[in-house]
């Protein structure tokens, strides 16, 4: 069973507008993070956001912010007011466990993000 | 922020012959490295877990005989592709947790993009 889930193989989003990208998960685990990772087309993973399973509050690192709900195992992330430069493929990770160390992460297949001008 | 370099970031290679590929931890001690294959518009792979002074763990289906990886000290996780073939060529990525206090998040390299001709 796929342990993480990114139903949008691809998306487009007007420069300056929010856009949401999903990503469901799976696990038993009750300790796990959630990560986000912005891929560029030079192929670096760029790390984006980090969501604890124990945070009580929504993640927010700049433009960037992940609307966790844990009730329903998603972690999708928000991105506002878009800029040309946020296009690229976006990943979603898991890590069950809440070491920081030794522990592999688990990637969903991507969301494509276009941003139009 | 913690800082992984990966070389070469390209290499083409004959087919028959051994590639290596080289990661590093630039300014933590990794005590373990994570090893990912990338084919294109796909997502990463987990290919292997190394750990520094112990033999690595493969994922189920990668060839442990044809994937070297050593990790011979903190900072240095080499992986090496024997005997490569077309069809080992593909975009590879190493990644490191840094154990840094507050950081959660996994550093990865700049990639290799290997081509066997």
């Known amino acids: 069973a796929q342990k993480i889930t990114q139903t949008q193989p691809g998306m487009f989003v007007q420069e300056k507008e929010a856009v949401t990208l999903d990503c469901t998960y799976d696990?038993?685990?009750?300790?796990?993070?959630l990560f986000w990772y912005k891929q560029p087309s030079s192929g670096e993973m760029i790390f984006l956001i980090y969501?604890?399973?124990?945070?009580?509050q929504n993640a927010t690192e700049g433009r960037y912010s992940l609307n966790f709900q844990k009730a329903r195992k998603s972690a999708n992330l928000v991105i506002s007011a878009s800029q040309l430069g946020d296009s690229a493929m976006y990943f979603c990770?898991?890590?069950?466990?809440?070491?920081?160390?030794?522990?592999?992460?688990?990637f969903g297949t991507g969301t494509r993000l276009a941003v139009r001008p | 922020g913690a800082v992984v370099s990966q070389h070469p970031s390209r290499v083409i290679c004959k087919s028959g012959t051994s590639v290596k590929i080289e990661c590093r931890s630039l300014?933590?001690?990794?005590?373990?490295m994570f090893w990912y294959r990338q084919f294109p518009k796909q997502s990463l792979m987990l290919m292997a877990t190394?750990?520094?002074?112990?033999?690595?763990?493969?994922e189920q289906g990668v060839e442990k005989d044809k994937f070297l990886i050593n990790h011979a000290s903190l900072t240095l996780s080499t992986l090496t592709v024997t005997s490569a073939h077309p069809e080992d060529s593909s975009f590879y990525i190493c990644?490191?947790?840094?154990?840094?206090?507050?950081?959660?998040?996994?550093?990865f390299g700049q990639g290799t993009r290997l081509t066997v001709v």
């Open positions: 969501q604890g399973s124990y945070d009580q």
């Open positions: 990644s490191a947790d840094s154990a840094l206090p507050g950081r959660t998040e996994a550093f």
């Open positions: 190394s750990n520094e002074g112990s033999k690595a763990t493969y």
């Open positions: 696990t038993s685990d009750p300790s796990y993070g």
């Open positions: 990770a898991m890590r069950e466990g809440l070491e920081s160390s030794g522990d592999k992460l688990t």
């Open positions: 300014d933590f001690q990794a005590t373990t």
